[in-house]
């Protein structure tokens, strides 16, 4: 099949390690999105049990074409499968094939299977090359883009991995059709996100737009993917490796891996709880007095209007804060919150526990 309509191409910029991001519906079986991309003697296809009887065929199709020998693992479903366990069971299919140092390694999938693929391509023979085929909203938005590649710990979320930039990254809207309901809307908890930090604009679009977002209404789709991921080209560009700047991609997810991890891998989506973690990352801004009520009034509206959960389990108090201390921003043993500025303004604050712990009394229970 070929699609008629080229992907959309959104650029990012990372010097020698640059790349395209190409969006579009049919983009998975339309064989220019692959071209350029090396042509090794062995690819393996990384997914999983769910994705791979949907999409694995069309994508077979065309590496066929263009690799001597397409190998496929198909990796158990789920969060609480990100670990050692499994990113080993990549590298013992890597082995167990003869795969060299040159062979291609693509990640079809969501972000779980994205952020393993890209750490057991980092890891291969100290470095093979990747390409992400991502197929929920989450990852077309966020996790195959920017080159973060993790497993979970037992005792922190994405702890273990690597940066580690793809050679390129193919988000085909269709594939969105079979999405759960509930994944939907996971993802746009990302989409939400990048409004408060980077783009008020946005954020009044993304209001306007909401129902026709959760229905998949293709023209708002394509505007929500691409412009998500030129606001994270444009971070990531600035900050590849989260000196500073990148850190304000994170808005929401200490508060939101908390309720992750406190709540075991898997209970709650990583963007329910990226959603609800907004809401207290905004209500924490508003205690700074950086943002007034009605802000995060309009934000919590919009997570909710979306399908995203608004109020966090009850944990603790202590329970919390040793959670949210398990994060990668923490330094010193202070932890430090992704807050609002200003509306389309983001910044990382040290916040006393005291503080915190107010916005979690108030958001949570
Ligand atoms: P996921 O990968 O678990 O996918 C969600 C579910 O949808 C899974 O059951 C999956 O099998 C299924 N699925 C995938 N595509 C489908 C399709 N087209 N049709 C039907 N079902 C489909 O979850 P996710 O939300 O994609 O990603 C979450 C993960 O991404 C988390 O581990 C999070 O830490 C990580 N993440 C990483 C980054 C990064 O920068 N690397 C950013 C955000 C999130
Ligand atoms: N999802 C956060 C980042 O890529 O930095």
New binding site residues.
């Given amino acids: 099949m070929v699609n008629p309509k080229p992907a959309e191409r959104v650029r990012i910029e990372l010097a020698d390690r640059s790349y395209d991001i190409l969006i579009g519906a049919g983009a998975l079986a339309d064989a220019r999105s692959f071209d350029g991309l090396p042509a090794s003697r062995d690819a393996l296809v990384v997914t999983?049990?769910?994705?791979a009887p949907?999409?694995a065929q069309r994508l077979l199709e065309i590496l066929r074409g263009r690799h001597e020998h397409v190998h496929v693992i198909a990796l158990p479903?789920?969060?609480a499968h990100?670990d050692w366990t499994t990113l080993n069971a990549i590298f013992d299919a890597l082995l167990q094939q003869g795969c060299d140092r040159k062979t291609v390694l693509y990640a079809l999938?969501?972000?779980?299977?994205?952020?393993m693929t890209?750490f057991a391509a980092a890891c291969y023979m100290r470095g093979v090359p990747f390409v992400q085929l991502?197929?929920?909203?989450?990852?077309q938005v966020?996790?195959?883009?920017?080159?973060?590649?993790?497993i979970?710990h037992p005792l922190g979320?994405?702890m273990i991995g690597a940066f580690y930039q793809p050679l390129r990254v193919i988000a085909d809207l269709s594939?969105?059709?079979?999405?759960?309901r509930r994944?939907i809307a996971?993802?746009l908890a990302?989409v939400i996100k990048y409004g408060p930090i980077a783009d008020d604009e946005f954020f009044g679009w993304i209001e306007q737009h909401a129902d026709e977002l959760v229905a998949l209404q293709p023209a708002a789709l394509m505007h929500a993917v691409k412009r998500s991921c030129e606001i994270k080209a444009a971070v990531v560009g600035q900050d590849e490796r989260e000196s500073g700047l990148r850190a304000i991609?994170n808005f929401g997810h200490t508060f939101g891996h908390a309720i992750?991890a406190g709540l075991g891998?898997g209970e709650w989506?990583?963007?329910e709880a990226?959603g609800c973690g907004m809401v207290m990352a905004a209500t924490l801004s508003m205690r700074l007095g950086l943002i007034d009520a009605a802000y995060v009034a309009r934000l919590r509206r919009l997570v909710e209007r979306v399908g995203l959960p608004v109020r966090a389990p009850d944990l603790g108090r202590e329970r919390w804060l040793e959670l949210m201390r398990v994060d990668k921003k923490t330094e010193g043993g202070a932890i430090r919150y992704v807050v609002i500025e200003a509306p389309g303004r983001a910044a990382m604050r040290a916040v006393p526990d005291e503080v915190v712990a107010g916005v979690v009394a108030e958001c949570s229970g």
């Fill in positions: 999983n049990v769910t994705v949907l999409y479903d789920g969060e990100k999938g969501g972000g779980v299977v994205g952020d890209g991502p197929t929920t909203l989450l990852a966020d996790s195959s883009v920017g080159g973060k590649t993790a979970n979320k994405n594939t969105l059709a079979t999405l759960p994944e996971a993802g990302e991609l992750e891998y989506l990583h963007g990226v």
